[in-house]
């Protein structure tokens, strides 16, 4: 079993950044980042598998994801954040490899972590 440990969430003003961390506690293949707000969905936000990334559209070019692999950890480089990215941010891990397009979907990934409140106020 995997546990995975999040942490660098908190508050911050439209504009500014912050810099999510997510330590996978065993190997994992694919690791990503979904997010859920209030009264809605949980919904993807970018992940990595391989050398692969992908990007929800909505945060496209405003975030990075990155993994250093000797510290089994992921990380979520969030900049120029605006209010609708207030959410408490997920990290999701799985030992498979994800193909284009596989890494949405939340059921693909077996590990989640216990997430990290991101609120951006305006």
């Known amino acids: 079993q995997v546990q995975l440990v999040e942490s660098g969430g908190g508050m911050v003003q439209a504009g500014g950044s912050l810099r999510l961390s997510c330590a996978a506690s065993g190997r994992t293949f694919s690791m990503g980042w979904f997010r859920q707000a209030p009264g809605k969905e949980r919904e993807f936000v970018a992940a990595?598998?391989?050398?692969?990334?992908d990007y929800a559209d909505s945060v496209k070019g405003r975030f990075t994801i990155s993994r250093d692999n000797a510290k089994n950890t992921v990380y979520l480089q969030m900049n120029s954040l605006k209010p609708e990215d207030t959410a408490v941010y997920y990290c999701?891990?799985?030992?498979?490899?994800?193909?284009?397009?596989?890494?949405?979907?939340?059921?693909?990934?077996?590990?989640w972590g216990q997430g990290t409140q991101v609120t951006v106020s305006s």
């Open positions: 990595r598998s391989g050398g692969n990334t």
């Open positions: 999701a891990a799985d030992a498979t490899s994800m193909g284009l397009g596989r890494s949405r979907y939340s059921s693909e990934y077996k590990y």
